[in-house]
């Protein structure tokens, strides 16, 4: 089976921008989450879809935001980018019957 | 609050000696545990879970960590370190029920000396 795949692997945009990420989970997952990684704060989790609804939530402002296709994968949109939002991006899929996550390569993204 | 704590950021292990990353949660209902690894620039790698039963559990890779109640601790361990462990390693815990947040400690980066 393949892996979780997350597009871009990079990418560069300035404050006041906004930015869509893409993740397409393991073929038969339903369930798909996104972290952010900063040296700060360290892994934080954004959110989590199953079956084209969001099921949890983090604790990050309304600027961030995701959806989730009938095919499972995934986008989450950044508006208005700050500095702050630089980060790595993790998307991790997983099936209902094993709880266990598994983890794409991330997308870097950098605020200028 | 839920919360994981990894206790030494940084360690120093010499090749082919063993190996002990430290992990303790404070978690009220009974806990989902993992350890993953990250590489320079990748995801994350799941090592090892315990969801229950036995308390010590085997992973990839020659790891093991053991589930201590009564200490709410989940060490990582590995009798004979190889120059490929080098990274970060992050301990987990989430709940029990599907869709649950995983909650992370700060991770440990492991360096191998030869």
């Known amino acids: 089976k393949a892996g979780v795949t997350q597009t871009p692997r990079y990418l560069i945009k300035t404050r006041g921008q906004q930015v869509t990420l893409s993740c397409s989970p393991i073929?038969?997952?339903?369930?798909v989450s996104w972290y952010q990684q900063t040296p700060g704060q360290g892994l934080q989790f954004l959110f989590e879809?199953?079956?084209?609804?969001?099921?949890n939530k983090g604790n990050f402002p309304g600027r961030f935001s995701g959806r989730q296709f009938s095919n499972s994968r995934s986008e989450m949109n950044v508006s208005t980018l700050e500095l702050g939002d630089s980060a790595l991006y993790l998307c991790a899929s997983s099936s209902q019957a094993n709880w266990e996550q598994f983890f794409g390569p991330g997308t870097r993204l950098t605020v200028l | 609050a839920q919360s994981v704590t990894q206790p030494d950021i940084h360690i120093t292990v010499s090749e082919g000696a063993s190996l002990e990353l430290r992990c303790n949660y404070s978690?009220?209902?009974?806990?989902?545990l993992f350890w993953y690894v990250q590489s320079p620039g990748q995801g994350l790698q799941l090592l090892l879970k315990y969801f229950s039963g036995d308390t010590l559990v085997q992973g990839i890779k020659g790891f093991e960590a053991e589930f201590k109640r009564s200490q709410s601790s989940f060490n990582l361990r590995k009798p004979s370190v190889h120059w490929s462990d080098a990274a970060e390693y992050f301990c987990?815990?989430?709940?029990?029920?599907?869709?649950?947040?995983?909650?992370f400690g700060k991770g440990t980066t492991l360096s191998v000396s030869s």
């Open positions: 879809y199953f079956s084209e609804t969001q099921r």
């Open positions: 978690y009220g209902a009974t806990p989902y």
């Open positions: 987990a815990v989430a709940g029990n029920q599907a869709g649950t947040a995983l909650i």
């Open positions: 073929s038969g997952h339903r369930s």
